[in-house]
């Protein structure tokens, strides 16, 4: 690797200040300044990129680079609304710009306004109907919302040609060459969002389209993200192969992934003392179509039930059924030929709530990431009642600071024992307590998101937590590069 390879930051401060110079003579030139807010960022000068771009739509206000990336910028801060509001001026004055509608869809995917998303994905493939990103995103998204046959679609027009994407690396020393093995499927941990573009040159390498011709990425290590065991299998054995063409460490390898599929972790965790499984069975849709009763039954269930597609997540496709002529309506709303009943187990505390609680294993140490609480039965942090409850928030902080006093010695060993079985280096787990203290677990898994604390003063409680999962990211991706 050449020296402006792994020193770019040389070239970037040399080219501000040639930058700097020309705008001594003209200090309004819009463009100059859009190439100074472009370099400040690329050099991680956040907060100086933000107010470069804020002073550029200052004199020019509806100047499309500076809101599509200030957008970008806001985003990467944690500004989340404010980054969709800057997204969204880019599109209302530059609607014949593809790339605003796709960072605008991406902001509002992200934000789980799917179908707002899709309209902005699909208009910008009618501006350009070759646009790689717009096939990816909308690949994902319909993925996301059950249309297997389009996605597949889109994910061929987006990734055919694209099966490796390098990351920026902005560090001053010698980087930490990183291969990212990712499915175009969907099913992929988000790890690059988490990986210091100072300190990492990374590689993502989509093993679904990576043709063996081509050169492999240069690495000191390899992070398997691709992490769910029941939607991209197919991907998993992809990755398996591709490994083959590398000796250097693997996180998360592919095989001990393949064993963390909902009803193989139920059956294989339900076995570890202080553990709580659901029943679970995965049947062929034909079986559950007209009366089921008996054959519910003879796997052990009774109403309500759970119903599940599996390989989604964030609550998509998971319903839960009342009684038996439910049944019907709910398979209805359904995609794929098999699909997860799992045993409703009634994790309520003496007040009516329910409390999920997440934790992350990484490299063998288990971290508190947050406890969410809410009257509702299908619980995520984004959607419980966290953000009007300061009595929920205080429970919240409570785990954080001392998650053995809030759990106890006896779930605090049966996490020790899944984070065991499990046998991964990364990977996280979502569970209530029982009365008696035992786990009731929902997922344990290397899918597991750690999202950042908004800007909200609210969560500055969340952020040292949170901030202790990246450093042990870190630590551990250092650790195995050595």
Known sequence: MSMTMWQPHLLLEAELQQIDDRLIATPDNVELRFDRA???????????????????????????????????????????????????????????????????????????????????????????????????????????????????????????????????????????ALLVLASAGGGTVPIQHHLDSNVFFTSVLFVDFYDPKLPFPPHHLVFNAVGDADLVRPSLEAALKILEQTKKPVINPPAAVMATGRASNAERLAHIPGVITPKMALLPREFLEGDPSSLLAEHGFSFPVLLRAPGFHTGHFFVRVEYKEALVDALSKMPGQELLVIQYLDARSRDGKIRKYRVMMIAGEIYPLHAAISHEWKIHYFSAEMAENPENRAEDAAFLADMPKVLGPRAMAALEKIRDTLGLDYAGADFSLSADGDIILFEANATMVVNPADADARWDYRRPAIQRILDAIRRMLTKYAA
């Open 38 to 176: 472009a370099t400040l960022a690329e050099l991680g000068r956040n907060e100086e990129a933000k107010n470069a771009y804020l002073e550029i739509l200052a004199l020019a206000p509806t100047h499309f680079g500076s809101l599509n990336n200030l957008a970008t910028l806001l985003l990467e801060m944690g500004f989340h609304t404010a980054a969709r509001t800057a997204y969204a001026e880019a599109v209302k004055h530059h609607p014949d710009n593809p790339a605003g509608h796709i960072n605008l869809a991406n902001a509002l995917a992200k934000n789980q306004e799917t179908q707002a998303a899709r309209q902005h994905f699909e208009i910008a493939l009618r501006l350009d109907p070759n646009h790689a990103e717009a096939h990816q995103g909308l690949c994902h998204l319909l993925t996301d919302m059950g249309d297997e046959e389009t996605a597949a679609m889109h994910r061929k027009k987006g990734f055919k040609d694209r099966p490796i994407m390098i990351l920026p690396y902005r560090g001053k020393d010698r980087p930490i």
